[in-house]
């Protein structure tokens, strides 16, 4: 950067100078990796780049090693190497609830018997691509909660009963896909939609 330039915008230079956190680094590591995984770089590079991230001291090291690269969006993000937060949720005289930032296994079970819960995975990330979620709702209730950027498929059976097939939708291309299915017998299951550009609001859409 030149010196007038350094004038003109001394704000960035500061901020240039910053100090890396970890936090920074794995945001950095992330946008490499999507980067390889789109073919934008081979295998060799994104090692090379993320080593020079997890040496990388400012923001300054950081920038130089990512400039070349898009931003990932938020569905790029959403598929981690980390273990599942819960396997099943079950209702049973009783309810259940899962929200917040959790890990969604390949396949998630949810019985609801006489009872029922709500599952939301709006700010869920998951282990797989494809998730399978296997809904059981007897005398019950459940209610799953979707972003409205990943793909979703309802393939669920109503007997005497409600299974939300107006949830099935598509999201953005390569965004990860949920596919719901089982059994609602004098009970429901409910797929709502929420936006993800007002998450801080409750912007729920029912879809069944």
């Known amino acids: 950067m030149t010196g007038l330039n350094m004038m003109e915008h001394p704000g960035r230079t500061e901020d240039q100078q910053v100090r890396a956190s970890d936090h920074e680094r794995d945001r950095a590591a992330d946008r490499v990796r999507v980067a390889a995984a789109d073919g934008r770089i081979d295998l060799a590079e994104l090692d090379t780049r993320l080593t020079r991230i997890y040496e990388a001291k400012t923001h300054a090291d950081l920038e130089r090693v990512c400039r ?117 017998m004098f009970g429901a299951v409910v797929i709502r939609t929420r936006r993800q550009a007002t998450r801080g609001g409750l912007t729920d859409r029912p879809a069944a």
């Open 68 to 184: 070349d690269l898009p931003e990932p969006g938020r569905t790029d993000l959403l598929v981690v190497d980390q273990q599942p937060t819960s396997r099943f949720a079950l209702g049973l005289f009783g309810g259940f609830e899962h929200e917040g930032q959790w890990v969604v296994p390949r396949r998630f079970s949810v019985v609801s018997m006489f009872g029922g819960g709500r599952i939301d995975l709006s700010e869920a990330a998951f282990t797989a691509h494809e998730t399978r979620i296997r809904a059981l709702a007897l005398w019950g209730g459940t209610e799953i909660v979707v972003p409205d950027d990943i793909e979703v498929k309802v393939r669920g059976l109503g007997l005497f009963g409600l299974f939300g097939k107006r949830g099935t939708r598509r999201g953005k291309p390569g965004a990860p896909r949920i596919v719901i299915s089982g059994l609602a």
